[in-house]
């Protein structure tokens, strides 16, 4: 469609707007996390930039462990909500049985639920079952909230799936489990690898459920949280960089696989295909 000169001005307009809200708060913790002193103000001189705050963050073991706990708990959360997500894809998208409708509406509903009620109401029943919470617990807050989500991710890869490479595998004689490992696994893959970074992703910056259901363990977000409220340094802007920073080179990675998993099976299906 062709638009005129005032009509282009406006929409670049709109889309520097739109992206100057989208990454101002990123560009001004980039900024914080460069001064040296603790509270900063625009404009200030180019001298008192400083890369100590990162090199503090990288050093301190204090630091770490946080890191490893958020680790934990997103990559144990990963691997539960994709493997609850790839079967509930399949429920959901291909198999016809009855209360299916009702399982698809229902499915998807803890997506809405408030993240600080849904926290709540796990260290309630955490502490009705006399579970103490810890950092085991938050993957199981956080695999309620984030398997939905992975469900509908997979879901979108298996409604596209050709069922005819199912059929011909099980007329050659293929087993359930020959089929699930051999065909059906091979085409979700890309479902299944996009699911599990936004799983990584969604449980790294998790604040509201690991709040309620750490215990006395605390990941990445509650630390940032505790060291904002009361004794701020640059040292926190500087771990938040560092934190995303690591989440892009997670989505790089992943779009990475994403194509060469695409590309891979373009070429499985030109040489099966009869030339």
């Given at each position: 469609?062709?638009?005129?000169?005032?009509?282009?001005?406006?929409?670049?307009?709109?889309?520097?707007?739109?992206?100057?809200?989208?990454?101002?708060?990123?560009?001004?913790?980039?900024?914080?996390?460069?001064?040296?002193?603790?509270?900063?103000?625009?404009?200030?001189?180019?001298?008192?930039?400083?890369?100590?705050?990162?090199?503090?963050?990288?050093?301190?073991?204090?630091?770490?462990?946080?890191?490893?706990?958020?680790?934990?708990?997103?990559?144990?959360?990963?691997?539960?909500?994709?493997?609850i997500g790839f079967f509930g894809a399949l429920a959901?998208?291909?198999?016809?049985?009855?209360?299916?409708?009702?399982?698809?509406?229902?499915?998807?509903?803890?997506?809405?639920?408030?993240?600080?009620?849904?926290?709540?109401?796990?260290?309630?029943?955490?502490?009705?079952?006399?579970?103490?919470?810890?950092?085991?617990?938050?993957?199981?807050?956080?695999?309620?909230?984030?398997?939905?989500?992975?469900?509908?991710?997979?879901?979108?890869?298996?409604?596209?799936?050709?069922?005819?490479?199912?059929?011909?595998?099980?007329?050659?004689?293929?087993?359930?489990?020959?089929?699930?490992?051999?065909?059906?696994?091979?085409?979700?893959?890309?479902?299944?690898?996009?699911?599990?970074?936004?799983?990584?992703?969604?449980?790294?910056?998790?604040?509201?459920?690991?709040?309620?259901?750490?215990?006395?363990?605390?990941?990445?977000?509650?630390?940032?949280?505790?060291?904002m409220t009361t004794g701020y340094q640059p040292l926190?802007?500087?771990?938040?960089?560092?934190?995303?920073?690591?989440?892009?080179?997670?989505?790089?990675?992943?779009?990475?696989?994403?194509?060469?998993?695409?590309?891979?099976?373009?070429?499985?299906?030109?040489?099966?295909?009869?030339?």
């Amino acid at each position: 469609m062709l638009v005129s000169r005032t009509q282009r001005v406006t929409l670049n307009l709109y889309a520097g707007i739109v992206l100057l809200v989208f990454y101002f708060p990123l560009l001004c913790i980039i900024v914080a996390s460069l001064s040296q002193r603790r509270f900063f103000s625009f404009p200030y001189p180019t001298e008192q930039l400083t890369f100590k705050w990162y090199q503090d963050a990288i050093s301190s073991p204090q630091i770490a462990e946080f890191v490893g706990i958020s680790l934990k708990i997103g990559g144990l959360t990963a691997l539960a909500s994709v493997t609850i997500g790839f079967f509930g894809a399949l429920a959901y998208a291909r198999y016809r049985w009855r209360g299916k409708k009702t399982f698809q509406r229902l499915v998807l509903f803890p997506l809405f639920f408030p993240q600080s009620v849904l926290g709540l109401a796990l260290l309630m029943w955490f502490s009705f079952l006399h579970i103490t919470p810890s950092w085991w617990t938050a993957v199981i807050a956080h695999t309620v909230w984030i398997s939905p989500i992975t469900t509908l991710i997979i879901s979108i890869q298996a409604f596209s799936m050709d069922e005819s490479l199912e059929e011909a595998a099980r007329d050659m004689g293929a087993s359930r489990w020959q089929i699930l490992t051999k065909v059906t696994f091979p085409l979700l893959l890309p479902g299944v690898i996009s699911a599990s970074c936004f799983a990584v992703l969604l449980s790294w910056g998790n604040f509201a459920l690991s709040l309620f259901t750490t215990g006395a363990d605390s990941a990445l977000p509650e630390w940032l949280y505790a060291r904002m409220t009361t004794g701020y340094q640059p040292l926190v802007p500087a771990v938040g960089v560092l934190s995303v920073i690591g989440a892009v080179i997670l989505v790089t990675a992943l779009f990475g696989v994403i194509t060469w998993s695409k590309r891979r099976n373009a070429r499985l299906s030109a040489s099966a295909s009869p030339s």
